[in-house]
Nanobody, 124 residues
Framework: QVQVAESGGGLVQAGGSLRLSCAAS????????TGWFRQAPGKEREFVAG????????YYADSVKGRFTISRDNAKKTVYLQMNSLKPEDTAVYYC?????????????????WGQGTQVTVSS
């Protein structure tokens, strides 16, 4: 199995930027795909962005397209989420997740390995 851990959250003003990191350990020699999800207070967890092992394909929720960029450095076993032009509605706990299956990366139920989450707060 693979373990993932998020970092990089914090407090930022609207319009600002943050970069989240998702560091993997464990069975990382097997191709795994990674997704970012978020959960705001009182709301369900939702898909934000996903990237396949080869980084040849990236996927985004409509709400973050053009503002967020997901990337990965397999040598460093790390996936990044660059978040620009942040809005107060982006405030949430952000989770990194990993999976070995080739199912669509926005399918939350397909992810077996989850981090503890990192808080992102965007003030207006």
């Amino acid at each position: 199995q693979v373990q993932v851990a998020e970092s990089g959250g914090g407090l930022v003003q609207a319009g600002g930027s943050l970069r989240l990191s998702c560091a993997a350990s464990g069975r990382t020699y097997v191709s795994y795909h990674t997704g970012w999800f978020r959960q705001a207070p009182g709301k369900e967890r939702e898909f934000v962005a996903g990237i396949r092992w080869t980084a040849s394909s990236t996927y985004y929720a409509d709400s973050v397209k053009g503002r967020f960029t997901i990337s990965r450095d397999n040598a460093k076993k790390t996936v990044y989420l660059q978040m620009n032009s942040l809005k107060p509605e982006d405030t949430a706990v952000y989770y990194c997740a990993a999976k070995y299956s080739t199912a669509p990366v926005d399918r939350m139920s397909e992810y077996d390995y989850w981090g503890q989450g990192t808080q992102v707060t965007v003030s207006s």
